[in-house]
Each structure stands twice: as C-alpha cells, then as structure tokens.
C-alpha cells in the first residue's frame, strides 16, 4: 500500500534561510512530511525538534518550519502559542511547572506556588531565576487531579503538595540529592522512530 502523498505543494524543503537543524535531521524529517496529506501535520513534532536543538523556538526556527510545512510564520506562531510546551527563550536548567486547573487550584496550588516563588526568589510574574537556573510556570491539568496539588519539574511529577513539602523537594533537588530528568520536556521524535505509515509500508 503506497502511504506516500505525492500531491503536498510543499515536501519539506525550506525556501530560504539556513536550516536550525542537522542536516540529517532535515532528511528525516524530508522524508517523513511525505507521510502525510499535508506538510503541516508534522509542525508540533517538529517545533519540538527545533526547540530541542536550538534550545527554544527563536524568530529563526519559526520561520525555517513555516517554511518547511509550506505556511506563514504568523500561522506557525499562532499554533505554538497554543500550547504551553513550547518556548521562546532560552529554557532554564530545572522547568517547574504548577497546574492551575480546578483542583489543585481547590486544594491549594496558590500556596504552592507562594513557596516557590519564596523559596526561589522569584518576584509575582517573574518566569525565571535571574541566574536561569529555575522557571516557573502556570499550566494547564496534568492529569493527577486525584494528587493534587500537584507541579512538574523537568517532566518528574510531584503530587499532594503543600508549602513544606514544596520546599523539601526544591531543597533535595539543590542539594543534588534527588536528581532531575536531565531533559525537560522532550516530545520530538527520536530518528529510529517507526510509524505507522512505515509499519503499513513494511506489511504490504
Ligand atoms: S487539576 Fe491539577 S492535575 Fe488535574
């Protein structure tokens, strides 16, 4: 079964500006865009590719994957601003991130929240430490309402939360004894993945 799309007006091959990526990664991901009815399918894998190698998604990598998906900048923008996985400078060290939504907000996550900034030294609105080590942000659920409060840090969750236990977990992980996920949220695909589509390819 040919899964190939031979239609798409743009395969993947940006028109102007040096690419953020390996040029073997571009290949991959030349290849891949063919999978699928329209270039655009691929944007969100592939602004977390960008973002994983250029270290966030600068006014560069935004307009390289406009172009490689075969849409406007503003288009592609608009789409990553959506999502709060994606940033636009460069990450901190340890990302911590504090569900806002119904429940930990119920059951506490403003006194959380309270501790971090205290404990971290962070001004209401500042997103990160001024040595970039921390940010701090506000996200929507992370699906652990039945442990909440709850935050995450680099992607390793932290559930039941309160003031104190908030402050021994930061405290553990500065002191160096408890060790983070050495990557933060990390959702591009790895070049060994194996689609569907390749799957389909392979059966027919
Ligand atoms: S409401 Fe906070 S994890 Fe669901």
């Known amino acids: 079964m040919d899964t190939q799309n031979t239609d798409t007006p743009n395969k993947g091959t940006p028109n102007k500006g040096e690419s953020p990526l390996p040029p073997e990664r571009v290949e991959w991901w030349r290849k891949r865009v063919t999978h699928f009815p329209e270039a655009r399918a691929v944007l969100l894998p592939l602004l977390h590719d960008l973002q994983d190698h250029v270290g966030c998604l600068t006014r560069e990598a935004l307009r390289w994957a406009a172009d490689f998906v075969g849409i406007t900048p503003t288009e592609v923008y608009g789409v990553a601003t959506f ?26 996550k403003d006194q959380v929240l309270e501790a971090i900034r205290d404990e971290l030294g962070l001004a ?4 990160k430490t001024d040595d970039g080590e921390w940010s701090l942000r506000t996200v929507e659920c992370m699906g652990s309402c039945t442990t909440a409060p709850m935050m995450a840090i680099n992607g390793e969750y932290f559930e039941n939360l309160d003031p104190a236990k908030t402050r021994a977990i930061l405290e553990e992980i500065r002191s160096g004894k408890h060790e983070l996920p050495a990557s933060p949220e990390t959702f591009a695909p790895h070049p060994e993945v194996v689609t569907t589509y390749e799957h389909e390819e392979a059966k027919a």
Do not use: F, K, T
Request: net charge positive; aromatic share 14%; with cysteine.
């Open 124 to 127: 209401p609105g500042q997103r």
């Open 83 to 108: 999502y709060w996985m994606y940033e636009y400078e460069p990450r901190a060290r340890r990302q911590i991130a504090v569900c806002h939504n119904i429940s930990c907000d119920l059951r506490g």
